[in-house]
């Protein structure tokens, strides 16, 4: 065993391990200096004998730069053979990086090309639909604008017919040639139960009621179910009324189509009105008026045409 040193002597002994006190500093600089792997330091000094044998070759014997021969047979040396060797570099490296970049703009073309035919039948495709629903939706406004003009015609010639139907219902009411209903008011006239003349209703007095219920507003007459018109003819025959040429007698049955909340009050106020109320009064003739919702008078059976035209 070789001796120690002094200096190995002076170094203190770890009595619980019995290794010496500063035996972990010599780890750590064993560790520092020594890889963890052998073939990991192999390749670093391999790669850094490359880069010191690459310098060799650019430098002379006299550690300078080696001299760079020009294409017109000159040579250059020193740092201007590095530099242009450095740029030949670059140069050949820009060439690269230029050839890439136009070999994807080519790709990027002829893709573009290739798509172009299939994008221009596609904008024809949508340009053909959208003039074909251009031409249907005007071909639908102007069956739209016929349609109206035709409604509108329509309209004016149901207004027409309308207004030529009202007319020729008010002639039928006035000539009594159709059964009507409405609303109205019924008024029952009886002679007085004495004997006296003056107790009896006349022709005369008929006559007068019944031309103040026309003017009262009533639009349709008829005295116990005889359709009274504009000829209809009130006289006496005998001891008898006759209402278009046929007898009635009393009590006396008067239906009147009109305005049933205004008609008697307006009556009232007539020579018809007044004359009943008189012989009420006076003579004890009987007399009653009463409003209805509905009532149906039957059509003439006493008519006869004039003359006509054709429409």
Not at 99 to 106: D, H, N, Q, T, V
Not at 194 to 220: C, H, I, Y
Not at 274 to 295: C, G
């Amino acid at each position: 065993m070789a001796a120690m040193t002094d200096e190995e002597d002076q170094v203190p002994i770890d009595p619980t391990s019995g290794r010496r006190a500063d035996w972990t500093m010599d780890l750590l600089r064993e560790i520092r200096e020594q890889a963890v792997d052998p073939s990991y330091a192999a390749v670093t000094q391999a790669e850094t004998r490359a880069a010191q044998a690459e310098r060799r070759h650019d430098q002379d014997d006299h550690g300078k730069p080696a001299p760079h021969t020009q294409e017109n047979g000159s040579t250059v040396s020193g740092p201007a053979a590095l530099d242009r060797r450095r740029r030949r570099r670059l140069h050949v490296g820009t060439i690269a990086v230029l050839l890439i970049a136009g070999l994807g703009l080519g790709t990027a073309w002829r893709t573009t090309a290739l798509q172009q035919p299939v994008t221009a039948a596609e904008r024809g495709d949508l340009v053909r639909r959208v003039e074909a629903a251009q031409a249907h939706q005007a071909d639908q406004q102007r069956q739209i604008s016929e349609l109206e003009g035709e409604v509108h015609r329509m309209r004016v010639r149901a207004g027409t017919w309308s207004a030529a139907a009202d007319h020729q219902s008010k002639q039928a009411d006035a000539a009594a040639v159709s059964r009507v209903s409405g609303p109205g008011v019924k008024i029952t006239v009886d002679d007085s139960k004495a004997s006296s003349e003056e107790g009896r209703l006349t022709d005369t007095d008929l006559r007068r009621v019944v031309n103040g219920l026309w003017g009262s507003g009533a639009e349709a007459i008829a005295i116990n179910d005889r359709r009274l018109s504009s000829k209809t003819a009130i006289r006496t025959a005998g001891s008898a009324i006759t209402v278009n040429y046929a007898s009635i007698s009393a009590p006396y049955v008067i239906k009147v189509i009109g305005p049933a909340q205004t008609l008697p009050g307006q009556f009232a106020q007539t020579d018809g009105g007044t004359i009943l109320q008189y012989h009420s009064d006076n003579f004890r003739v009987r007399y009653q008026m009463e409003t209805l919702d509905a009532v149906t008078l039957p059509e003439s059976h006493n008519v006869s045409v004039s003359y006509s035209e054709p429409r």
